[in-house]
């Protein structure tokens, strides 16, 4: 069966408007949408990104370029990924509509995964 990663693409302005007690019920949500799919064997993993640490590499020229990323100005980072599998797109898209990441006023990048070899 198919696999596709949902790419998760945070709000930046969203999420700092969010309180702590909030969060912790957005957390909360995450792991129950994650159970789910699991259950219903969806699921085969994702992980959420650590805020504001990471690299940007480039090799313009043939020389290594290393770059502290996410930037402090951006308005969206990607926040962490989703893996699942899927007859085809639109049972992904149907899979993904109800993630908890859209309510929060993110946005998901959803990506087949094209095996090697």
Do not use: N
């Not at 957005?26 to 992980?47: D, F, L, N, P």
Request: negative net charge; hydrophobic residues 40%.
């Amino acid at each position: 069966m198919p696999q596709y990663m949902l790419i998760l693409h945070d709000d930046l302005a969203a999420l700092q408007a969010i309180s702590p007690a909030e969060m912790q019920r957005v957390i909360e949500r995450y792991q129950a949408w994650s159970e789910t799919m699991a259950a219903k064997g969806h699921m085969r993993g994702g992980e959420k990104l650590r805020d504001a640490s990471g690299r940007h590499l480039t090799k313009p020229g043939g020389t290594l370029v290393v770059r502290d990323a996410p930037y402090a100005e951006a308005k969206e980072v990607v926040g962490g990924y989703f893996l699942i599998e899927a007859q085809d797109y639109d049972e992904a898209v149907a899979l993904s509509s109800d993630c908890p990441h859209l309510a929060l006023g993110g946005r998901i990048e959803l990506r087949e995964i094209e095996p090697l070899g």
